[in-house]
């Protein structure tokens, strides 16, 4: 096995990984919409009382 194809299938495993992880974030999302919108408001505030904190200083 040479260096060429060590590196396309590293990066088909890289690929093929990414496509799984947002595969099943979509399908999560799609089944706890509740859960993940609490999720987002929550990440949504802490972003701004982040920002707060960082201009009070």
């Known amino acids: 096995m040479d260096l060429k194809s060590t ?3 590293a990066t088909t495993i890289a690929g093929n990984a990414a496509k ?3 595969r099943y974030a ?8 509740r859960t993940a919108c ?3 408001l929550g990440l949504t ?3 701004f009382v982040g920002g707060l904190l960082v201009g009070a200083r």
Do not use: C, G, M, N
């Open 7 to 9: 590196e396309a299938r």
């Open 20 to 22: 799984s992880a947002l």
């Open 26 to 33: 979509w399908t999560w999302t799609a089944v706890h919409p």
């Open 38 to 40: 609490l999720i987002t």
């Open 45 to 47: 505030a802490a972003a």
